[in-house]
């Protein structure tokens, strides 16, 4: 039995991974400030005597013993991240740092959730954990993907200088319950918009893609990094390869629902990536790991959560 700390362990990943490692049989420590994170989402956890809850800003130290972190804490949806954007680089980078400094001190392994916005706007499709990037540093995406970006530099600087048990993976658009139905992320906005039989608001012309993955699969993911031996560090991409336009991700989404709604083209925002699709060969090399749930299944069990928590 692991004691485990889970940094943003009340949003959307966070509570489904607390749910997976107390189910097989670990100490689970969640700590969130709750700013985009929510006690609905772990409601169904706090029962457990092996989960605790803590209400904690990872911008100012925090110590414990603990044998494993996984580093969330960081708000993922663009409205969110930009709402204060200096804290959300405070958030990243402090963050990062007093993790890290617990890591060093406890000898516990660490893992860090980065992004594919390490990557920008892509100019190498798919991508690989080789390709560096193409980052605008000064727009208004600027304080979630150079945070992200500049965390990636400090573990991998734990890792050379403080011998640090660092893991890190690059995850790409994942969606499914418990996400928060007004945080302004595609999957959510849509469904939302559909089940309401309001407009679809589609960014753009709705020919950038994305690759959508299911929460579950991940979790998996992570976990099997976790796993892995202390000379494995990643960057490891963890993301469903299947690549599809805005558009039609707004299509199916009508036709799942069974929604009246029509679609309605808006303004595309500053920097919005125009393609992603995650090469997943390390992680299927390293980690035996595929995505197993594909984008009709995942929407479905999404849409069942969403109707449950709107109706
Ligand atoms: P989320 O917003 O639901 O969860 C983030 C959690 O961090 C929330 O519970 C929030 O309250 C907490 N938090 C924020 N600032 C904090 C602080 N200063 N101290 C303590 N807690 C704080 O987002 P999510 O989708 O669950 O994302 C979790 C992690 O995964 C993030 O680091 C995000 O960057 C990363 N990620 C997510 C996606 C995705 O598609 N969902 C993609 C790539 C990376
Ligand atoms: N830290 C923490 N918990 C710990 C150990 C360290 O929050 O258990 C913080 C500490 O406050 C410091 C940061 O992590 O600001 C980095 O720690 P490190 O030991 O790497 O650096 P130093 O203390 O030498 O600045
Ligand atoms: N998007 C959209 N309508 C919405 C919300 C988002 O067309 O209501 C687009 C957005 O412009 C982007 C894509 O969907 O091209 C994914 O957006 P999201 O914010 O979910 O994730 P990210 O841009 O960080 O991948």
Redesign the pocket.
């Known amino acids: 039995m692991k004691q485990i700390l889970i940094t943003g362990g009340a949003g959307f990943i966070g509570s489904h991974l607390c749910a997976r490692l107390l189910k097989e049989g670990h100490n689970v420590v969640c700590l969130d400030n709750f700013f985009t994170g929510s006690k609905k989402n772990i409601l169904p956890l706090i029962s457990n005597p092996f989960f605790e809850l803590v209400r904690h800003d990872v911008t100012?130290?925090?110590?414990?013993d603990i044998d494993e972190i996984y580093n969330l804490a960081c708000p993922a949806s663009p409205i969110h991240y930009q709402y204060d954007a200096i804290q959300t680089v405070k958030t990243s980078v402090m963050g990062a740092?007093?993790?890290?400094?617990?890591a060093?001190?406890?000898g516990a392994k660490v893992l860090q959730a980065s992004t594919s916005e390490v990557y920008g706007d892509p100019v190498v499709h798919p991508q690989t954990e080789s390709y560096w990037g193409n980052v605008n540093p000064i727009g208004i995406r600027s304080c979630y993907d150079e945070g992200k970006r500049v965390v990636e530099t400090l573990f991998m600087d734990?890792y050379r200088q403080?011998q640090a048990r660092i893991k890190i993976i690059r995850i790409f658009n994942t969606y499914g319950p418990n996400m928060m139905p007004n945080d302004g992320r595609v999957v959510s906005n849509f469904i939302m918009q559909a089940l309401n039989n309001e407009d679809i608001t589609i960014y753009g012309d709705g020919s950038q893609t994305r690759s959508f993955q299911y929460v579950d699969d991940l979790v998996e993911g992570m976990i099997r990094m976790m796993a892995t031996g202390d000379d494995f560090t990643g960057p490891v991409n963890i993301g469903n390869p299947n690549e599809f336009t805005i558009r039609q991700l707004g299509e199916l989404v009508v036709k799942l629902t069974g929604s009246r709604s029509k679609i309605c083209y808006l303004p595309l925002p500053n920097d919005d990536p125009k393609q992603r699709k995650p090469d997943i060969s390390l992680a299927q090399n390293k980690l035996n790991w595929n995505p197993t749930i594909q984008l009709d299944e995942g929407l479905q069990r999404t849409i069942d959560y969403f109707k449950s928590i709107s109706y």
Do not use: A, H
């Open positions: 100012y130290p925090y110590y414990t740092i007093n993790i890290l400094g617990l060093k001190r406890t734990y403080n």
